[in-house]
């Protein structure tokens, strides 16, 4: 499965760190690590053992910035 | 450096009713500064940006003084019991979640606009919308009828009086007896839930204690919390749309015929009033900021509302100008980082509600009356808003 996290949405609430803490993390700034990669939109391919968690963190994202694509 | 003079006079009527200039030159002269009541004041975007998000930073071990009992909720903890709540709570707020809280306060809004259109189209808009309108959606939201909404309007703005710098002996009596007030109300609550169970956020949470995952206590204050924050900021960022509307019909027509241009109107609002002037931190190692270095187990004051003026990221900023790029800067009206609001997407999304219906209901609005005001060191709010829809 495809993930894409929008960074221009993103407002590093940590969220999608609660939810997926494999998936995502928050730097020593507390800001979310995929912006070292990118201040665009960061996507990759994720494994779909991680499905469940990617769900409930795209939930939750207040910003809506996270989407999984199947 | 030294300056004698109180250049944040928390208590002043002149600071309360438009503490923007006085942001101003703190921004420019003293960005940090140390307050005459202890605190470090930061008040510069980029500082305030940084601060919020930095991990280091504890509110668990922030002295509440009387409001103590707010360390039982997410509001007063760090990781890891501050993860725990938050992740009990979200699934409430997610964007699907609010959608259906929407529905709720679009019926709410029709039914209170369908009194006024069969009445002489006046409204004290502050309680008789904002207020009722929010409190029926929180309401909801906990699976309880809406009862006792002037009680818990009132309760809160107590328990709000000497949560900020400098309160007196007189305020810290009136917000402990506020803070007892509402253990004894919620305790009620759930009695009745346990008898009468539903499925409401109050249902959750009870199922939450039976499990071990949250203390009696954290059940009863986050209850607590999410009555205040349910009706307490909203409301400003609702009552001030509506003010502004009736200063500017402009703003009425575009949020009518532009919807693309709502949430940008929305996030406007927010910038240029902030509803909540600042948050609160406690050091726990030295934190470098700008020239200043600030020990351990200082308290700094983030000030969100000055940082939402600073010339350095928006410009212009004292004019509403909803056109503003969003890549200049996001507003940080609701926080960020571990404690960002819990409750922003049901923000925005319930003052949308509110102004979608005006407008489209409605050809524009005037004030009927001089709208009142009763703002704390925290807190921006609006008691009195009468107005009058055409
Ligand atoms: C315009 C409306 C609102 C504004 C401006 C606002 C602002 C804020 C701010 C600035 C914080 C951060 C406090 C801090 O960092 O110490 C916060 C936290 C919070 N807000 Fe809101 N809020 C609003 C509406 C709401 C609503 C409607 C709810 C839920 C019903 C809500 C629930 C919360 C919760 C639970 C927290 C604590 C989050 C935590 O500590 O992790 N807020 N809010
Ligand atoms: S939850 Fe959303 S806004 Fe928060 S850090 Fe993750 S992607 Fe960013």
């Not at chain 2, 930095?54 to 922030?62: A, E, M, Y």
């Not at chain 2, 502050?126 to 009862?147: N, Q, R, V, W, Y």
């Amino acid at each position: 499965m495809k993930i894409e996290v929008d960074l221009g949405k993103c407002q590093d609430h940590g969220q999608c760190v609660y939810a997926a803490p494999d998936l995502f993390a928050l730097d020593d700034d507390g800001r979310l690590t995929l912006r070292q990669q990118t201040a665009g939109v960061y996507t990759a391919d994720v494994d779909d053992t991680n499905a469940e968690e990617l769900h409930e963190a795209a939930e939750v994202c207040p910003l809506q910035a996270i989407t999984v694509h199947e | 450096m030294t300056v004698t003079e109180d250049l944040l006079p928390f208590r002043d009527p002149g600071f309360r009713s438009d503490p923007y200039p006085y942001y101003a030159r703190l921004r420019e002269e003293h960005p940090v500064y140390k307050h005459p009541l202890g605190l470090y004041v930061v008040s510069r975007y980029e500082d305030v940006a940084r601060l919020i998000r930095n991990p280091t930073l504890s509110v668990q071990q922030l002295d509440f003084g009387v409001a103590d009992p707010i360390h039982h909720t997410m509001l007063g903890k760090d990781a890891p019991d501050h993860t725990r709540l938050r992740r009990i709570t979200n699934r409430w707020f997610t964007p699907k979640a609010v959608e259906e809280w929407s529905k709720v306060m679009r019926a709410s809004v029709e039914a209170v606009l369908d009194e006024v259109e069969k009445g002489d189209g006046t409204l004290d808009a502050a309680d008789g919308l904002a207020l009722k309108c929010t409190f029926d959606s929180i309401c909801h939201i906990f699976g309880i009828e809406p009862t006792d909404m002037l009680a818990v309007q009132r309760k809160t703005y107590e328990i709000g009086l000497s949560l900020g710098p400098g309160g007196d002996d007189e305020e810290a009596k009136g917000t402990a007896e506020a803070l007892e007030w509402f253990a004894g109300h919620i305790r009620r609550l759930l009695a009745d839930k346990r008898a009468n169970p539903g499925e409401g956020m109050i249902d959750a949470f009870i199922a939450a204690q039976d499990e071990g995952r949250m203390t009696e206590d954290e059940v009863i204050y986050t209850i607590f919390l999410f009555f205040a924050v349910g009706h307490l900021d909203v409301k400003h960022l609702i009552n001030h749309g509506i003010w502004l509307m009736t200063q500017r019909p402009d703003l009425f027509a575009v949020y009518r015929d532009d919807p693309e241009a709502r949430p940008g109107i929305i996030n406007e609002i927010l910038r240029i009033d902030t509803p909540e002037s600042m948050v609160v931190r406690l050091t726990t190692q030295d934190t470098v900021i700008g020239d200043t270095t600030v020990p351990a187990g200082e308290v700094l004051a983030l000030l969100i509302a000055s940082a939402n003026r600073d010339p350095a990221v928006f410009a212009d900023p004292d004019t509403f100008d909803h056109t503003r790029p969003v890549a200049a800067g996001q507003h940080l009206a609701f926080g960020s980082g571990m404690h960002g609001c819990a409750g922003q997407v049901l923000a925005r999304a319930e003052a949308d509600v509110v102004f979608t219906a005006l407008v489209h209901r409605f050809s524009g609005v005037e004030l009927a009356g001089e709208p009142a005001y009763a703002h704390t060191e925290f807190l921006r709010t609006v008691t009195h808003l009468p107005v009058r829809f055409r």
